[in-house]
């Protein structure tokens, strides 16, 4: 099984992570950010008349842009959740990955992925083999977002609908597969203990 992030490394689409101290920072940043993401929809959804200012506050100053972006967001577009953060596995296909959010916004299904580094080519295909994951689990998504939250407390939506995203997340599927199933035996692989 290969997660989406690991099979566009495979693929070429997306470079390979270096081990460098301000890459690790920048993925620690990353994910402390998605759980502060979590914690903050969870609380406008519990309590949406009330100001989430006290939450804010008491964050760590360094995360505290990233969080009014995040409110901004959901302030500004008002998403219906379906999923959050659900982790989607394809037996069939050998694939596994974990969507940000499926949500309706603006009357259409929605699949949402947070990010705060820079936007690269990659992040469409990334949502494109998301997408494929969650229809062959039984939601039909209808458009793919990128939302960019900035430590400024700003936020920049990019929407992905290119059909072509589809197709081209399909080769690499495909391609992964071919090469599963003509990849030599390791002595010993799939023997049982």
């Known amino acids: 099984m290969i997660r989406v992030t690991e099979l566009l490394r495979w693929s070429g689409e997306s470079e390979p992570i270096p081990d460098y101290p301000h890459v690790r920072r920048a993925m620690e940043r990353g994910t402390a950010v998605h759980d502060m ?30 969080a009014n972006a995040v409110r901004r967001f959901n302030e500004d577009y008002r998403p219906q959740w379906i999923e959050k953060e659900l982790r989607k596995v394809d037996i069939e296909l050998g694939i596994s990955g974990c969507p940000d959010r499926v949500c309706v916004i603006d009357e259409k299904v929605s699949l949402i992925d947070y990010k705060t580094g820079h936007n690269y080519s990659w992040h469409r295909l990334q949502l494109a083999l998301y997408q494929i994951l969650v229809e062959r689990a039984g939601i039909q998504i209808e458009q793919r977002v990128n939302v960019y939250l900035y430590s400024s407390g700003r936020y920049r939506v990019g929407i992905h609908n290119n059909i072509k995203d589809i197709h081209d997340a ?14 030599p035996k390791v002595l010993g692989e799939g023997c049982k203990p």
């Open 37 to 66: 993401s979590l914690n903050l929809e969870d609380r406008l959804d519990l309590q949406p008349d009330k100001p989430v200012e006290d939450y804010i506050n008491e964050l760590p100053e360094w995360i505290r842009g990233y």
């Open 170 to 183: 399909w080769l690499i599927i495909n391609k992964y597969k071919r090469y599963k199933e003509n990849k």
